[in-house]
C-alpha cells in the first residue's frame, strides 16, 4: 500500500474514484516523490502529515482542473474571482508539502 491512495483524494472530494483520479494521484505521488528526495517513501516508513494532506490537495486540484479559472466550472469568465483563488492555495500546498515557492529573479 502506498503513502497516498485515490481513496484519500476521493474523501477530500467527495466523489467516487475513478481512472482520471487515479492517473492524478499517481502523477502527483510521482512528483512529490521526486521533489522530497529527502524523505523515504519506501516501506512502512512515517511521511509526514503535511506532506500527505498537500499532496491530497495538490491531486485534488489537478482533478479539478477545468478552463474555468478557479478550476470549477461555472457561469463567471472568472472577472468575478476576488484575488488569486489558485495562487494563494498552491502556496499553502507547496507550504504542507515542504517545498520552497518559486520566485522570480
Given at each position: 500500500?502506498?503513502?497516498?491512495?485515490?481513496?484519500?483524494?476521493?474523501?477530500?472530494?467527495?466523489?467516487?474514484?475513478?481512472?482520471?483520479?487515479?492517473?492524478?494521484?499517481?502523477?502527483?505521488?510521482?512528483?512529490?516523490?521526486?521533489?522530497?528526495?529527502?524523505?523515504?517513501?519506501?516501506?512502512?516508513v512515517?511521511?509526514?502529515?503535511?506532506?500527505?494532506?498537500?499532496?491530497?490537495?495538490?491531486?485534488?486540484?489537478?482533478?479539478q482542473?477545468?478552463?474555468?479559472?478557479?478550476?470549477?466550472?461555472?457561469?463567471?469568465?472568472?472577472a468575478?474571482?476576488?484575488?488569486?483563488?489558485?495562487?494563494?492555495?498552491?502556496?499553502?500546498?507547496?507550504?504542507?508539502?515542504?517545498?520552497?515557492?518559486?520566485?522570480?529573479?
Amino acid at each position: 500500500m502506498s503513502w497516498i491512495e485515490p481513496e484519500d483524494v476521493a474523501a477530500q472530494l467527495d466523489i467516487e474514484v475513478d481512472a482520471r483520479l487515479t492517473n492524478c494521484v499517481d502523477a502527483r505521488r510521482a512528483e512529490v516523490e521526486l521533489l522530497r528526495q529527502d524523505l523515504d517513501f519506501s516501506g512502512d516508513v512515517e511521511i509526514p502529515a503535511g506532506v500527505i494532506y498537500g499532496t491530497i490537495l495538490w491531486a485534488a486540484m489537478l482533478y479539478q482542473a477545468r478552463s474555468a479559472p478557479t478550476g470549477f466550472a461555472g457561469f463567471g469568465d472568472g472577472a468575478d474571482i476576488q484575488g488569486d483563488v489558485l495562487g494563494t492555495r498552491i502556496g499553502d500546498i507547496y507550504r504542507l508539502i515542504g517545498l520552497r515557492r518559486p520566485v522570480t529573479a
